[in-house]
């Protein structure tokens, strides 16, 4: 089944950027909807930004537009998001996870559910300091 891993979080100062990338093994990327979710300590667990390449839409949290950009390389086999702008609240454990489909009519009111995706990586820490 398929595998993700996460890689690229760390620490940076408020206004700072990040990349995370989530490379996907035993399987194309493109066969599945994919999404970025994060859960601070305390708090529920939060979609962040879904891509659908089979519909060729993208969405995010109000939290992160215009922040965060969620874009997938079929070639290298990867999901990735630029974090610009961070800011403090945006700290948290960010996970990578994929939804056994590559399309789904109802992906914009489905992208931010957990519950949707089948596939989840372990996760990198984001933590940004003020």
């Known amino acids: 089944q398929v595998q993700l891993v996460e890689s690229g979080g760390g620490s940076v100062q408020a206004g700072g950027s990040l990349r995370l990338s989530c490379v996907v093994s035993?399987?194309?990327?493109?066969?599945?909807?994919m999404g970025w979710f994060r859960q601070a300590p305390g708090k529920e667990r939060e979609g962040v930004a879904g891509i659908c390449t089979g519909g060729g839409s993208t969405l995010y949290a109000d939290s992160v537009k215009g922040r965060f950009t969620i874009s997938q390389d079929n070639a290298k086999n990867t999901l990735d998001l630029q974090m610009n702008s961070l800011k403090p609240d945006d700290t948290a454990m960010y996970y990578c996870?994929?939804?056994?489909?590559?399309?789904?009519?109802?992906?914009?009111?489905?992208?931010?559910?957990?519950?949707?995706?089948?596939?989840w990586g372990r996760g990198t820490q984001v933590t940004v300091s003020s």
């Open positions: 996870a994929a939804a056994p489909y590559s399309y789904h009519s109802g992906w914009s009111r489905l992208w931010d559910r957990g519950d949707e995706y089948k596939f």
């Open positions: 035993e399987d194309s990327v493109s066969n599945y909807c």
